[in-house]
């Protein structure tokens, strides 16, 4: 496994201006600063070490999610601007002073089987005014297609993607486009990016914190589907979903939740109010032990904890099994900081993350600091015009930290800013203990 890591796909870099809070240009980079350690994995073909987890921390507000939601925005963007971006681009540029009238700008460097990727795009809520895509195949840049206006300039011999001239509109990325056609050096960029999993409360208001069905079709024994694994079962597409199985299950155990095993069976459901509609769904019930015996509960019985560290084990194997990223707003809000410290050591470890995925999120848990480096901390604040600022802990103030340094005794007495400023007085006003 360690032989493979210079053909892992991972995240080099995200830089983005000009969208919710961010007006001027931030750059988050997974490239490490301190290298004689096992989490910095050397990518030869960039000449770099590339880390597998970054935390942002930062006051409410000061625009922590918004790193995350403008990723998110860019991978929902290539999965959708060919079939829903008919009238409007939905961007969202900064609400102040002349945000509306800038192009937002995203820039995302990845490596694809060890090459290096850069994918910029620049738009307006009326249109694509440029994008491109360019790869280091021998470390020299070279153009895959680059697109000015409704202009689309492509690397020669990828006539394949010729058709994407005929699909291409003023609001349309060509990257939605190209990516239909099947050629390897575009639809590997794109699936690379499509593949990258959202966890945390904003996916909660749309549809649930996650699709159950990821973790469940883990347990369910009658499933058809093949998950991802940390490590190749061999033998064969039943040995490979009982390793699955137990690998999630030693993940739920980890928890120390009083979970014993996972029970996924048939369940009728009445439609309506004739008794007559019945619907046969899976339904999951977890296993709870006590010291003399074991019963199965209803899993909408559990507490919310129990309900979101079991709906995350699926993701986070899938992303363990195929090397992917992992993007998780308000990791503390989610889960206790025991099981968020176990989560980011998963994806820390070489042991139990051979093929580098890679963990983005954002939290205000202090106590995580202790199990994060100086180069995996980066830091946002709220400036006066209200637009979000983020630095990288590593070279804060323009100061190298120190690698010995008690980052969490440190954040807490301010020694990097990024702590909420409370007006005291105004506060206790508002709670009528003061006149």
Not at 207 to 214: E, I, N, Y
Not at 378 to 389: F, I
């Amino acid at each position: 496994m360690l032989g493979a890591r210079e053909e892992r796909d991972v995240l080099i870099r995200f830089e983005v201006s000009n969208f919710r809070s961010i007006l001027e240009s931030v750059e988050l980079s997974l490239v490490a600063v301190d290298l004689d350690r096992e989490e910095a994995r050397p990518i030869a073909n960039i000449g770099a070490s590339l880390l597998p987890v970054a935390a942002i921390y930062g006051p409410n507000a000061s625009g922590k999610s918004n790193i995350l939601a403008a990723l998110s925005w860019l991978r929902s963007a290539v999965g959708n601007s060919l079939r829903l971006w008919d009238d409007v681009i939905p961007v969202e540029p900064f609400a102040f002073a002349d945000g509306a009238g800038r192009m937002s700008e995203f820039t995302l460097e990845l490596t694809v089987a060890g090459v290096r990727f850069e994918y910029v795009v620049e738009l307006t809520r009326d249109a694509v005014h440029y994008e491109g895509l360019f790869h280091y195949p021998e470390k020299k840049r070279r153009r895959v297609f680059e697109r000015v206006g409704g202009e689309l300039t492509l690397q020669r011999g990828l006539g394949s993607l010729s058709g994407t001239r005929e699909l291409l509109t003023p609001r349309t990325l060509a990257l939605s486009v190209a990516r239909r056609f099947g050629e390897p050096v575009v639809s590997g960029f794109a699936q690379q990016l499509l593949d990258v999993q959202i966890l945390g409360p904003q996916p909660r208001t749309r549809r649930g914190f996650l699709d159950l069905r990821s973790t469940r079709r883990l347990f369910d024994e009658n499933t058809d589907d093949n998950q991802l694994t940390l490590d190749d079962a061999g033998g064969g597409p039943a040995e490979s979903r009982r390793a699955s199985r137990e690998q999630a299950l030693a993940l739920l155990r980890m928890a120390d939740l009083g979970i014993d095993d996972v029970l996924v069976e048939d369940h009728q459901v009445v439609l309506g109010s004739d008794p007559e509609q019945v619907r046969t769904q899976r339904r999951v019930r977890l296993v709870h032990r006590t010291e003399h015996e074991r019963a199965p509960l209803s899993f909408s019985a559990e507490s919310e904890g129990t309900r979101t560290w079991f709906e995350t084990i699926g993701p986070v194997l899938a992303a363990l099994g195929s090397g992917s990223l992992v993007l998780f707003d308000e990791l503390d809000a989610s889960l206790h900081p025991t099981l968020s410290m176990h989560l980011v050591r998963l994806f820390q470890s070489p042991a139990t993350n051979p093929l580098g995925a890679q963990l983005v999120f954002t939290s205000h848990d202090t106590s995580l600091l202790n199990h994060l480096n100086r180069d995996e901390v980066w830091l946002t604040e709220k400036a006066k015009d209200g637009t979000t600022r983020l630095g990288a802990l590593a070279e804060f103030a323009g100061e190298r930290v120190r690698r010995s340094q008690n980052l969490e005794k440190a954040y807490l007495h301010g020694r990097f800013g990024a702590l909420p400023e409370v007006d005291r007085v105004e506060m206790l006003r508002a709670l009528g203990l003061i006149g």
